[in-house]
């Protein structure tokens, strides 16, 4: 019997390995990881470069083990959406109804996201497909897993870092996602990980024990599960490997699925103790945030923090389920949807069964299913100290009193979020202000 999350042995859709990776040593690795996979009989390598965007030109290469095909796509709106929809997702379609087309391996441009690219696939409608009707690539294929490989040296300064992807001349001027974001997210979405780690004459002068210790405390609890193959160099990528690596993606592993914001936070089993400074920190209460003194909390996790992330509920936004978000030094917060409790009773029996299960179990009669959960996972802070702060951010007992018997005066207080939020503030660090167009780092949708 397949296993619940696995695919069905039914399933004829063609599987689709996604490879992705941010630029410099990672990005070689997807290269070689490519590679060796487009070895296996059956298999074929789609890869848009990307590097020519800005003026409107895409490379496109469709490789086989004995066979290169290389086009020059010329898009009217020079953008990665119009690269997916235009191109990348009607050519799945088409491969997909090749008798020789066992696989398809998708190797990823570091300005691809793999969230994104996998969320496509599933919901985006693809028309004009010869033989096929018209709707979403998923129709065709399936992604059978998404692989990342990271740069063992440099990708925890990556992630905890503040850099934008144009300040590192990655992404243009008008882009405002981080460096930290990239990383953090394509590790995150990963089913499996190769981690890069050069061996240079600085490395070997420093502590690498320690260091790759505290890489891997990261990645066992930002991916539990997922397995990991540490290699020296990209040419250590072999057929073998790689292969290996594929079958050993847990049967519940996610495999492009899009995470839902009224989930379990902490998926699979990672460790709850510390390890080299890491730790998982999590945060529950069943009374709202002060937003103004929530806004004077958040640097707690913008220091020494991978990445925090949960649903929270804020007093002057009673119905709404906000979703905040960090990765690194950058921290932003979207909405997801509003509480069970806020719905009329013909949405709330529309709701997904799941969601209304796990709500029943925590209900409240005043407050529904209004609630805080965090999970933060530290690798240089005190997380005594990020407790103490979120707890500071809490209504007191008289406030939360007005919350339940008063909300049109809870709703005049001062609140610096207003729909949208992005730490550091774009608007001066102005309480009040809120940012405009900001999103979550996963878009609204969660």
């Not at 990823?108 to 409608?125: S, Y």
């Not at 550091?424 to 878009?443: F, L, T």
């Amino acid at each position: 019997m397949a296993a619940a999350d696995s695919p069905p042995e039914s399933d004829r859709r063609t599987p689709v390995v996604v490879l992705a990776g941010f630029a410099g040593l990672a990005a070689t690795g997807v290269d070689r990881a490519a590679a060796v996979l487009g070895m296996a009989p059956g298999t074929i390598v789609v890869r848009h470069d990307l590097t020519q965007l800005r003026e409107g030109i895409v490379h496109r290469t469709v490789r086989t083990a004995t066979r290169e095909t290389s086009a020059v796509l010329e898009l009217a709106h020079g953008c990665v959406s119009c690269t997916l929809r235009m191109d990348l997702l009607p050519l799945l379609r088409t491969l997909s109804q090749r008798e020789s087309v066992d696989r398809i391996v998708l190797a990823l441009d570091p300005a691809f996201e793999a969230e994104a690219v996998c969320q496509a696939i599933e919901h985006v409608v693809v028309a004009g497909v010869h033989g096929r009707i018209d709707g979403p690539a998923g129709r065709d294929v399936r992604v059978d897993a998404v692989v990342t490989c990271l740069d063992a040296g440099a990708w925890l300064a990556d992630a905890t870092g503040d850099d934008t992807l144009a300040e590192r001349g990655l992404a243009a001027a008008d882009d405002d996602r981080t460096v930290a974001q990239v990383a953090v997210g394509q590790v995150d979405f990963a089913d499996a990980v190769i981690a890069l780690a050069a061996v240079t004459p600085e490395a070997l002068l420093a502590d690498m024990a320690v260091d790759r210790g505290k890489l891997a405390a990261v990645l066992a609890r930002l991916v539990p599960g997922a397995p990991i193959a540490w290699v020296d160099e990209p040419d250590s990528i072999t057929p073998a490997l790689a292969e290996t690596l594929l079958t050993r993606v847990p049967a519940d592993s996610r495999r492009g699925r899009i995470f839902d914001a009224h989930a379990p936070l902490l998926r699979g089993r990672p460790p709850l103790t510390g390890d080299y400074g890491v730790e998982l920190v999590e945060f529950a209460a069943a009374r709202p945030f002060h937003p103004a003194r929530l806004h004077q909390a958040l640097d707690v996790l913008l220091e020494g923090v991978v990445t925090a992330r949960g649903r929270v509920w804020l007093a002057t936004q009673p119905d709404e389920v906000v979703w905040l978000e960090s990765a690194g030094g950058g921290l932003r917060v979207g909405g997801a949807g509003r509480w069970l409790a806020a719905l009329p009773e013909e949405e709330l029996a529309e709701a997904d069964p799941e969601r209304r299960a796990m709500a029943a179990l925590r209900w409240d009669e005043r407050f529904g299913d209004r609630d805080v959960s965090l999970s933060i996972l530290v690798h240089d802070a005190d997380p005594a100290e990020i407790r103490e702060a979120l707890h500071w951010a809490l209504v007191e007992d008289d406030e939360l009193r007005l919350v339940e018997r008063a909300p049109e005066r809870v709703a005049q207080w001062e609140d610096p979020f207003g729909e949208w939020h992005a730490d550091p503030c774009a608007n001066g660090d102005q309480p009040g202000q809120p940012v405009e167009d900001a999103k979550s780092p996963r878009g609204e949708a969660k």
